[in-house]
Nanobody, 127 residues
Framework: QVQLVESGGGLVQAGGSLRLSCAAS??????MGWFRQAPGKEREFVAA???????????DFADSLKGRFTASRDNAKNTLYLQMNSLKPEDTAVYYC???????????????????WGQGTQVTVSS
């Protein structure tokens, strides 16, 4: 049984940092990613760490978040991370971890290209 458990969310002031973790169990995954959903908005892509063959992975980010967010993956721990710096109030959202075991030929920037989801962790940035 696959489980994705996010942690690390919380309340932070604008300009601060948070590090989210997603601990995966029950399998190994090609791609793992982060999405977020703010109240009244659709879920949006944040970042992904994608398998490109062998032991090589590469990170992809939403264009608007490059430079502030970084994602990494520790395969030995089966854990995905999201380091968020210079946080802004508009980053307030529930952040979801997602994992794909299936090969999808797309960009991994859409929810449909993930097979499993975590329950989400709340990030609130105060101004």
């Amino acid at each position: 049984q696959v489980q994705l458990v996010e942690s690390g969310g919380g309340l932070v002031q604008a300009g601060g940092s948070l590090r989210l973790s997603c601990a995966a169990s029950g399998g190994t995954f090609r791609n793992m990613g982060w999405f977020r959903q703010a109240p009244g908005k659709e879920r949006e892509f944040v970042a992904a760490v994608k398998w490109s063959g062998g032991t090589t992975y590469y990170a992809d980010f939403a264009d608007s978040l490059k430079g502030r967010f970084t994602a990494s993956r520790d395969n030995a721990k089966n854990t995905l991370y999201l380091q968020m710096n210079s946080l802004k109030p508009e980053d307030t959202a529930v952040y979801y971890c997602a994992a794909a075991r299936t090969f999808y030929s797309g960009t991994s920037r859409v929810a449909e290209e993930y097979d499993y989801w975590g329950q989400g962790t709340q990030v609130t940035v105060s101004s």
